[in-house]
């Protein structure tokens, strides 16, 4: 079965920090650029930051920029989000998606692998 399996989602406090994990089962992800999405409640869905098959290339939301970091770990087939200085609004359900970039360094595109999310809570 192909699938992809986030983590590492909980409560934290503001300031705190939390680190995702995305792993892949039933694939390798040696070919597949990543990418983090968030959907807070009553909101939609947003790209969070993405990184390319390489792992040269990341992108990230402003909203995020200086506070994550993507990084991924192909011979453990597992992507990351680590994320410091969390703040409310970045409540959220957390996705990992996948797609198939063999031949290019863009880490964007229709997906091909959604996993089912993992909820982060930051609250005091």
């Known amino acids: 079965q192909l699938q992809l399996v986030e983590s590492g989602g909980g409560l934290v406090q503001p300031g705190g920090s939390l680190r995702l994990s995305c792993a892949a089962s039933?694939?390798?992800?040696?070919?597949?650029?990543i990418n983090w999405f968030r959907q807070a409640p009553g909101k939609e869905r947003e790209g969070v930051s993405c990184?390319?098959?390489?792992?040269?290339?990341?992108n990230y939301a402003d909203s995020v920029k200086g506070r994550f970091t993507i990084s991924r770990d192909n011979a453990k087939n597992t992507v990351y989000l680590q994320m410091n200085s969390l703040k409310p609004e970045d409540t959220a359900v957390y996705y990992c998606?996948?797609?198939?970039?063999?031949?290019?360094?863009?880490?964007?595109?229709?997906?091909?692998?959604w996993g089912k999310g993992t909820l982060v809570t930051v609250s005091s």
């Open positions: 998606a996948a797609v198939y970039r063999r031949y290019s360094s863009r880490c964007t595109g229709t997906m091909d692998y």
């Open positions: 039933g694939f390798t992800l040696d070919y597949y650029a």
């Open positions: 990184i390319s098959v390489s792992g040269y290339s990341t």
